[in-house]
């Protein structure tokens, strides 16, 4: 069955940086869409990052507040998708979930928390 596992969250002083890892079984990840959504404490869940899959060129795209920050990258060998977060301040506190399309049906993991504070 299709698996989303991330990991990597934790707490980091603003500034800091972060690398979530999300590893995927379970379905063939390099035809996959994969993407980075976020949660934060009484807010909706929005689009962070995605990449799209190696066969449609593995393009990417992130949301205004994350760009020039983050990085979503993927190893297809690996079966893993990374997302690499620079310069994070307390706005980015949430709980990070990896998400991946697979023919058309969206799956989730169950999310890692990321909290920058002093």
């Known amino acids: 069955q299709v698996q989303l596992v991330e990991s990597g969250g934790g707490l980091v002083q603003p500034g800091g940086s972060l690398r979530l890892s999300c590893a995927a079984s379970g379905f063939t990840f390099s035809h996959s869409t994969m993407s980075w959504y976020r949660q934060a404490p009484g807010k909706e869940r929005e689009m962070v990052a995605t990449t799209t899959s190696t066969g449609t060129g593995g393009y990417t795209n992130y949301a205004a507040s994350v760009k020039g920050r983050f990085t979503v990258s993927r190893d297809n060998a690996k079966n893993t998708g990374y997302l690499q977060m620079n310069r994070l301040g307390p706005e980015d506190t949430a709980v990070y979930y990896c998400?991946?399309?697979?023919?058309?049906?969206?799956?989730w993991g169950k999310g890692t928390l990321v909290t920058v504070s002093s």
């Open positions: 998400n991946a399309v697979i023919l058309g049906k969206n799956y």
